[in-house]
C-alpha cells in the first residue's frame, strides 16, 4: 500500500514562501495516473489546490493559487513538491498530498485514493 508522508509546513508571513514536500513510498509516477495537493482550511471543506497528470506533466491550478504555486516532481527521490510563493492568510490549511489511478482533463476533479497525512501551513503576521 502506497505511503505518503508531507513535510515542509511552518508559519510564514503575508507574502513569504514555503515548500511543501510530499515523500512517497512507491514509484507514483509510473503507478498513478494524477497526483495532487488538497488543503483544508478551519472550519471549511477540503479543496484541491493543485494537480499534475503524470503522463503528460500537465499541471492544474486552482484559480486562486495560479501564478504563485507551482507542482512538480523529484522522480528519483518519488516525490512531489509544492512551492508556494506570495502567500496570505486565505492560503491557511492544512495541506495534503494524493495519488489517483484515474484519469480526466481536470484532474482537481478525480477521486484520489491515498493520502497522507497532512502538514499544516499558517500564513500570518
Known amino acids: 500500500q502506497l505511503q505518503l508522508v508531507e513535510s515542509g509546513g511552518g508559519l510564514v508571513q503575508p507574502g513569504g514562501s514555503l515548500t511543501l514536500s510530499c515523500a512517497a513510498s512507491?514509484?507514483?509516477?509510473?503507478?498513478?495516473?494524477?497526483i495532487a495537493w488538497f488543503r483544508q482550511a478551519p472550519g471549511k471543506e477540503r479543496e484541491g489546490a493543485s494537480c499534475?497528470?503524470?503522463?503528460?506533466?500537465?499541471?492544474l491550478y486552482k484559480d486562486s493559487v495560479q501564478g504563485r504555486f507551482t507542482i512538480s516532481v523529484d522522480s528519483n527521490k518519488n516525490t512531489l513538491i509544492l512551492q508556494m510563493n506570495n502567500l496570505n492568510p486565505e492560503d491557511t490549511g492544512v495541506y495534503y498530498c494524493?495519488?489517483?489511478?484515474?484519469?480526466?482533463?481536470?484532474?482537481?476533479?478525480?477521486?484520489?485514493?491515498?493520502w497522507g497525512q497532512g502538514t499544516q501551513v499558517t500564513v500570518s503576521s
Open positions: 494524493a495519488t489517483s489511478k484515474y484519469y480526466a482533463d481536470n484532474c482537481l476533479l478525480l477521486p484520489y485514493d491515498y
Open positions: 512507491d514509484d507514483f509516477i509510473l503507478n498513478y495516473r494524477a
Open positions: 499534475m497528470l503524470t503522463t503528460q506533466r500537465r499541471s
